[in-house]
């Protein structure tokens, strides 16, 4: 099936300082999906990026989709103790999430 | 918030028990899934759904079966229980019939423990 991998699995960060987490598919992805799972939650979606190339914005996030469509990155800006929690990445046909990155923000 | 239920919340059982999880949502989806989580891991694909009569089999299906009699309603259903299904279980939903709205909503979860 489709691998949908993601770096780095874990991250500790100080607040205010920023955190990128990076997805990357073995395949071209139609489109990438990205969900936030706050701890003893389950996934919240985030934003859906479909073209090559494609930066969107989300008040301190910033979303990134690859020209070749088969990476994606997302990016917090200055960390807040809210951001804590795991993200996933799902690629393509939204069937397969990446194994996700773990945020812990260190007050 | 999103409108997809799921129960038990929460189910201890003992091995070799038959045991099925309910999940519903009411947003007309014509997908569902379903996925398997241990804590802090990545969710793995169990079933999904593309409609009514519709089901498909994911990475983990082995061991489960699933029905989609109604677009609102996708039960999973262990016909065996095993320590090895001791896992938090998530439900999802997406796809407005005749949108490109692909976004999944999920359910608040299953948390299973088999003894």
């Known amino acids: 099936g489709q691998q949908v991998m993601q770096i780095p699995q874990y991250q500790h960060v100080q607040e205010g300082e920023d955190f990128t987490t990076y997805c990357n598919s073995s395949t071209t992805l139609s489109n990438i999906q990205w969900y936030k799972q706050r701890p003893g939650g389950h996934p919240v979606f985030l934003i859906q990026l479909v073209k090559s190339g494609e930066v969107k914005k989300q008040k301190r996030l910033t979303f990134q989709f690859g020209e070749a469509k088969k990476n994606s990155s997302l990016h917090i800006t200055a960390t807040q103790t809210t951001d804590v929690g795991t993200y996933f990445c799902?690629?393509?046909?939204?069937?397969?999430f990446g194994t996700g990155t773990s945020l812990t923000v260190i007050p | 918030e999103a409108d997809i239920y799921q129960t038990p919340r929460y189910l201890v059982i003992g091995t070799g028990k038959k045991i099925t999880l309910e999940c519903s949502q009411t947003?007309?989806?014509?997908?569902m899934y379903w996925y398997q989580q241990d804590p802090g891991m990545e969710l793995h694909l169990i079933h999904y759904s593309y409609g009514v009569n519709s089901t498909e089999k994911g990475d983990l299906s082995s061991e489960s079966t699933v029905s989609r009699i109604r677009t609102e309603h996708f039960p999973l259903t262990l016909e065996s229980a095993r320590p090895s299904h001791t896992s938090q279980y998530l439900c999802a939903s997406s796809g407005i019939p005749g949108t490109r709205y692909n976004e999944q909503f999920f359910g608040p979860g299953t948390r299973l423990t088999v003894l």
């Open positions: 947003m007309g989806h014509d997908k």
């Open positions: 799902a690629g393509g046909n939204q069937f397969y």
